[in-house]
């Protein structure tokens, strides 16, 4: 296994050429956001994703992952009113994938 990181992210590149990547992307609840991974991958197989950082008050937005490419993703929200938006909060996130 071969370990790597940044600012915001860390990797691990397995010996079958699978990696993993965790990383935290700051956010605004009610905007739209496309988010680039910071590592290149050949191929997406797997992503997951929570917003549990930042903001913790009343709201009424659930965060959508959408777009999903070998490049990134966009984040949305689904809304039920306005309670909440233009907080910021901290997305993480993580994927596997065929390395580059």
Avoid: C, Q
């Avoid at 680039?36 to 930042?54: H, L, V």
């Avoid at 965060?63 to 039920?80: A, E, Y």
């Amino acid at each position: 296994m071969t370990p790597g990181a940044g600012a915001g992210y860390y990797w691990r590149k397995y010996a079958d050429a699978m990696i993993e990547l965790f990383a935290s992307e700051d956010v605004v609840m009610g905007s739209n956001k496309n988010v680039i991974f910071p590592i290149n991958i050949k191929e997406m197989i797997f992503i997951t994703a929570n917003d549990i950082g930042g903001y913790n008050g009343g709201n009424a937005y659930t965060v959508r992952i959408s777009n999903v490419t070998n490049t990134g993703f966009l984040v949305s929200w689904d809304r039920f009113n306005e309670n909440g938006i233009w907080n910021k909060k901290t997305l993480y996130y993580h994927i596997i994938a065929k390395s580059a």
